[in-house]
């Protein structure tokens, strides 16, 4: 079993910035792979970024490419999406979720994929 709990989303204007935390417990953290996921209202999950269980592969979504930064810290078992150049668009309910059975270098981008989520975390970009 894997706990995952988001933090550190609100409210930001446009062009401006946020990181979001996700600690984890339950297992080692090291052992899975960890994405970001995100949900606007009235749309279909998206996926944002995921990253390995060493945190040396990454993939983003086109749409925060080059805005946003996942990284994880294996030694407090967290993992981080920092976001920057934020857009109205990527106003959502922001999910993190854990990989167990990824490989060391894995990473994907299917929800299906990941056993565990967390509650998640609204942003929300004002204009």
């Known amino acids: 079993q894997v706990q995952l709990v988001e933090s550190g989303g609100g409210l930001v204007q446009a062009g401006g910035s946020l990181r979001l935390s996700c600690a984890a417990s339950?297992?080692?953290?090291?052992?899975?792979?960890m994405g970001w996921f995100r949900q606007a209202a009235g749309k279909e999950r998206e996926f944002v970024a995921a990253?390995?269980?060493?945190?040396?592969?990454?993939y983003y979504a086109d749409s925060v490419k080059g805005r946003s930064t996942i990284f994880r810290d294996n030694a407090k078992s967290t993992v981080y999406l920092q976001m920057n150049s934020l857009k109205p668009e990527d106003t959502a309910v922001y999910s993190c979720a854990a990989d167990l059975k990824a490989l060391t270098t894995d990473v994907t981008t299917r929800a299906n994929d990941y056993n565990y989520w967390g509650q998640g975390t609204q942003v929300t970009v004002s204009s």
């Open positions: 990253i390995s269980r060493s945190g040396g592969n990454t």
């Open positions: 339950g297992r080692t953290f090291s052992r899975y792979a």
